[in-house]
Each structure stands twice: as structure tokens, then as C-alpha cells.
């Protein structure tokens, strides 16, 4: 069964910093793409980052490009999401998702091409 638990949510300032983590079990790690998505109050839940299963490419929303970092460590089975200059359109509930294709070239940016999804973990930022 595959298992992923984020961490690392909390309430910041806007111009802040937060690290997200999403630890993985029950696939091999190493062989899928992950992705961040989040979901803000009333929205829709929107694409953030991801990265490939080599962790060489990677993609963002427009909304957060120089501003977040996606990586990973496959040796610990984890995923980051390191969130710089936060601000209050920041504020989501943010998940971590795991592709549905084993070695994938690309990247998928919605939902529907990731098959597993951690519980989320809440992002504030105040302004």
C-alpha cells in the first residue's frame, strides 16, 4: 500500500520561508515522478511543482517560478518543497502526489496523471 505523509505546513509571514517534506512508502520511490499540488478555500486544487523520477527536470506554476524549489532524495524516499518570499496567495492546504507512470519522460501538471496523494498539510501566510 502506497503511503505518502507530508509535513512541514504552519502559519508565516508574508516574505517567509517554509520546507515542505513528503515521505513516501509502499512504491519504488525512486521509479515515479512527484508533484505538489494544493488547494486553496473555494478554489480548485491547482498543479504547484514536480519533478522527475531522476529528480533532473522539473516544473512550476508561473505563480511560484523563483520563488519554490521542488527536489527529492530518492535514498530517503522524500520529496521538498522549499517555499521562499511566501505571500498571502500562498495559502493552501498542500498535497504531495505520486505519478501514475513508472519512468515517465514528462511531467504532468494535473491531477488526473497522479494516482496516490498524501492527507495535506496547511500552508498560512499572514500579511
Known amino acids: 500500500q502506497v503511503q505518502l505523509v507530508e509535513s512541514g505546513g504552519g502559519l508565516v509571514q508574508a516574505g517567509g520561508s517554509l520546507r515542505l517534506s513528503c515521505a513516501a512508502s509502499g512504491r519504488a520511490f525512486g521509479n515515479y515522478a512527484m508533484a505538489w499540488f494544493r488547494q486553496a478555500p473555494g478554489k480548485e486544487r491547482e498543479f504547484v511543482a514536480a519533478i522527475t523520477w531522476s529528480g533532473g527536470t522539473t516544473d512550476y506554476t508561473d505563480s511560484v517560478k523563483g520563488r519554490f524549489t521542488i527536489s527529492r532524495d530518492n535514498a530517503k524516499n522524500t520529496v521538498y518543497l522549499q517555499m521562499n518570499s511566501l505571500k498571502p496567495e500562498d495559502t493552501a492546504v498542500y498535497y504531495c502526489?505520486?505519478?501514475?507512470?513508472?519512468?515517465?519522460?514528462?511531467?504532468?501538471?494535473?491531477?488526473?496523471?497522479?494516482?496516490?496523494w498524501g492527507q495535506g498539510t496547511q500552508v498560512t501566510v499572514s500579511s
Open positions: 502526489a505520486t505519478d501514475r507512470r513508472a519512468y515517465a519522460y514528462g511531467l504532468g501538471t494535473t491531477q488526473y496523471m497522479y494516482d496516490y
